[in-house]
């Protein structure tokens, strides 16, 4: 198993990279972790110092030392501490030269190495999953825990790359323009994905325009040969074909049966013959020019479909098979935590549910791509009992999505609007008692919903307290019941989730 170390530099080096004065001069030869947690610092290890919000790394320069680490990344001198100090102007920054240094001594190396970029408003995060999933199975890969996909992120997982890595999955996300721009200087991408162009962010970024063009600066970034795999059924990110240098497509939407023009276009996949088992896992046939093969994978979702085919389109990029890729993605049977994870809940009195946690963030793209799985789940349990089939009571626990602009109220409403027309039984919106944007979106969510001729169900509540007693009177009085839990990470569900579990 790879130690995710970074490249072995000498510490005058590393100064000299990130444009730092050190309070002495020193000349040593270290391989460290790099990190920004003093609770995470082992022997030997670089502590970067970073001012946030809530807390100043500086105040704990003194504790790393303590724990082991050799030198520490500050933005002033800690004049009490014996530790080797790199004085920065800003140590984010900094924290981006360093490991822009590293990739850049890991590509002076003569053997290969492949850096997959990955961006989009939906699905980063599973599609990094999924290739993690395939490509560690082959060689020595890195990829970001969770969601790192910041200028702190991306830069802290960039700095585990050292010899032994043979593939990067550097995720990336963006607030605003020229964030993706940034990110791809320190690590310029092989191979670009770009998933999908939607709203998430629109209240920072103020047009799905903006949004396209950030999103399009990872295609910008590629390396001088690289590669841009892109949604074929997306306009905006259709477009981006003509910034780089090849093109490789996934299609997402998936057809019916192959289409015979299509069945020889060696330059995109797609997929087809679309099933659910029961535990809505996709299980379809993918297309890659005359090739047509089985593909089961063993996380939920009919939304993942598209999510698989680019991971899968990357990994053919890298040079692997078709095959070999199919056969390791379905073998992923885990993905980060909080989205589209499922289990069973049981309560105390023996009462019991389905929960589809998909709580980590939400967006409206992301927000009924949750709703569909809760709903796909219905239908799998349908085809698989057949005759013996006990009708599933579907339960929407739904809280605000942020940064959706002056027009939150409306893609909230018509959230609301989606789970009535789509047939969810009964919707909990989930507010705040402290907190009125969430009660203003929550209460939007159930006005949407409360159009005429639908039998939706519809609470909304102040607090997570109130979901769980009421999901137990659902779930009580409902023999099978499934629960989805989504919305921001301030909407608490994860929360809820966490506790669930």
Same mark, same amino acid.
Request: glycine share 6%; charged share 20%; with cysteine.
């Given at each position: 198993?790879?130690?995710?170390?970074?490249?072995? +530099?000498?510490?005058?080096?590393?100064?000299?990279?990130?444009?730092?004065?050190?309070?002495?001069?020193?000349?040593?030869?270290?391989?460290?972790?790099?990190?920004?947690?003093?609770?995470?610092?082992?022997?030997?290890?670089?502590?970067?110092?970073?001012?946030?919000?809530?807390?100043?790394?500086?105040?704990?320069?003194?504790?790393?030392?303590?724990?082991?680490?050799?030198?520490?990344?500050?933005?002033?001198?800690?004049?009490?501490?014996?530790?080797?100090?790199?004085? $920065?102007?800003?140590?984010?920054?900094?924290?981006?030269?360093?490991?822009?240094?590293?990739?850049?001594?890991?590509?002076?190396?003569?053997?290969?190495?492949?850096?997959?970029?990955?961006?989009? %408003?939906?699905?980063?995060?599973?599609?990094?999953?999924?290739?993690?999933?395939?490509?560690?199975?082959?060689?020595?890969?890195?990829?970001? $825990?969770? %969601?790192?996909?910041?200028?702190?992120?991306?830069?802290?997982?960039?700095?585990?790359? @050292?010899?032994?890595?043979?593939?990067?999955? +550097?995720?990336?996300?963006?607030?605003?323009?020229?964030?993706?721009?940034?990110?791809?200087?320190?690590?310029?991408?092989?191979?670009?994905?770009?998933?999908?162009?939607?709203?998430?962010?629109?209240?920072?970024?103020?047009?799905?325009?903006?949004?396209?063009?950030?999103?399009?600066?990872?295609?910008?970034?590629?390396?001088? @040969?690289?590669?841009?795999?892109?949604?074929?059924?997306?306009?905006?990110?259709? $477009?981006?074909?003509?910034?780089?240098?090849?093109?490789?497509?996934?299609?997402?939407? $998936?057809?019916? %049966? %192959?289409?015979?023009?299509?069945?020889?276009?060696?330059?995109?996949?797609?997929?087809?013959?679309?099933?659910?088992?029961?535990?809505?896992?996709?299980?379809?046939?993918?297309?890659?020019?005359?090739?047509?093969?089985?593909?089961?994978?063993?996380?939920?979702?009919?939304?993942?479909?598209?999510?698989?085919?680019?991971?899968?389109?990357?990994?053919?990029?890298?040079?692997?098979?078709?095959?070999?890729?199919?056969? @390791?993605?379905?073998?992923?049977?885990?993905?980060?935590?909080?989205?589209?994870?499922?289990?069973?809940?049981?309560?105390?009195?023996?009462?019991?549910?389905?929960?589809?946690?998909?709580?980590? @963030?939400?967006?409206?793209?992301?927000?009924?791509?949750?709703?569909?799985?809760?709903?796909?789940?219905?239908?799998?349990?349908?085809?698989?009992?057949?005759?013996?089939?006990?009708?599933?009571?579907?339960?929407?626990?739904?809280?605000?999505?942020?940064?959706?602009?002056?027009?939150?109220?409306?893609?909230?409403?018509?959230?609301?609007?989606?789970?009535?027309?789509?047939?969810?039984?009964?919707?909990?919106?989930?507010?705040?008692?402290?907190?009125?944007?969430?009660?203003?979106?929550?209460?939007?969510?159930?006005?949407?919903?409360?159009?005429?001729?639908?039998?939706?169900?519809?609470?909304?509540?102040?607090?997570?307290?109130?979901?769980?007693?009421?999901?137990?009177?659902?779930?009580?009085?409902?023999?099978?019941?499934?629960?989805?839990?989504?919305?921001?990470?301030?909407?608490?569900?994860?929360?809820?989730?966490?506790?669930?579990?």
């Amino acid at each position: 198993m790879q130690d995710n170390r970074m490249m072995t +530099a000498n510490i005058a080096e590393i100064a000299k990279a990130i444009h730092a004065q050190m309070n002495r001069d020193e000349s040593f030869d270290i391989t460290p972790h790099v990190v920004s947690d003093s609770r995470q610092i082992t022997q030997g290890d670089i502590f970067v110092a970073i001012n946030g919000e809530n807390v100043d790394g500086h105040d704990y320069v003194q504790t790393a030392y303590e724990a082991g680490a050799v030198a520490a990344i500050v933005e002033h001198e800690i004049p009490s501490c014996d530790i080797v100090q790199l004085i $920065v102007t800003n140590s984010v920054r900094a924290l981006g030269d360093l490991a822009r240094f590293n990739i850049q001594k890991r590509r002076q190396l003569q053997d290969d190495f492949t850096i997959i970029g990955i961006t989009g %408003s939906v699905g980063k995060t599973t599609t990094k999953d999924l290739l993690f999933g395939i490509l560690s199975r082959i060689a020595p890969t890195v990829a970001p $825990v969770g %969601s790192f996909n910041n200028e702190i992120g991306l830069p802290l997982t960039c700095l585990q790359v @050292n010899e032994q890595t043979r593939y990067l999955v +550097a995720e990336m996300g963006a607030n605003h323009v020229g964030e993706i721009a940034y990110l791809t200087t320190i690590a310029p991408p092989d191979i670009s994905i770009v998933l999908k162009v939607g709203v998430a962010h629109l209240g920072e970024f103020g047009s799905v325009e903006q949004i396209a063009q950030a999103k399009s600066e990872i295609v910008r970034g590629l390396v001088s @040969n690289g590669v841009a795999v892109l949604n074929k059924a997306d306009e905006h990110v259709k $477009v981006m074909s003509v910034l780089a240098p090849h093109t490789f497509w996934f299609d997402p939407v $998936v057809r019916n %049966s %192959s289409n015979a023009e299509e069945e020889h276009d060696s330059n995109c996949l797609y997929a087809t013959n679309l099933q659910m088992d029961a535990l809505a896992h996709p299980r379809f046939t993918l297309v890659y020019g005359e090739k047509q093969l089985p593909v089961s994978l063993q996380i939920s979702g009919e939304h993942n479909v598209a999510n698989a085919m680019a991971a899968i389109a990357a990994v053919i990029q890298c040079g692997i098979n078709v095959e070999t890729a199919v056969r @390791n993605i379905a073998l992923v049977q885990s993905i980060s935590p909080h989205r589209m994870a499922i289990s069973t809940v049981l309560f105390d009195d023996g009462v019991k549910f389905t929960l589809i946690d998909d709580s980590f @963030n939400a967006n409206p793209d992301s927000m009924k791509a949750g709703i569909r799985g809760l709903l796909e789940w219905h239908e799998a349990k349908k085809h698989q009992d057949n005759q013996n089939f006990t009708a599933v009571c579907t339960i929407a626990v739904l809280g605000a999505m942020l940064e959706l602009g002056e027009n939150s109220l409306l893609l909230h409403r018509q959230i609301g609007e989606f789970c009535a027309q789509q047939g969810v039984q009964y919707l909990i919106a989930v507010g705040s008692k402290t907190d009125e944007m969430l009660n203003a979106s929550a209460q939007a969510i159930a006005q949407g919903a409360q159009g005429e001729g639908t039998n939706i169900s519809i609470e909304c509540v102040q607090g997570i307290a109130q979901v769980k007693q009421l999901v137990h009177d659902i779930a009580k009085n409902n023999t099978e019941s499934v629960v989805l839990l989504k919305g921001s990470h301030a909407s608490g569900l994860s929360e809820l989730a966490q506790d669930w579990q």
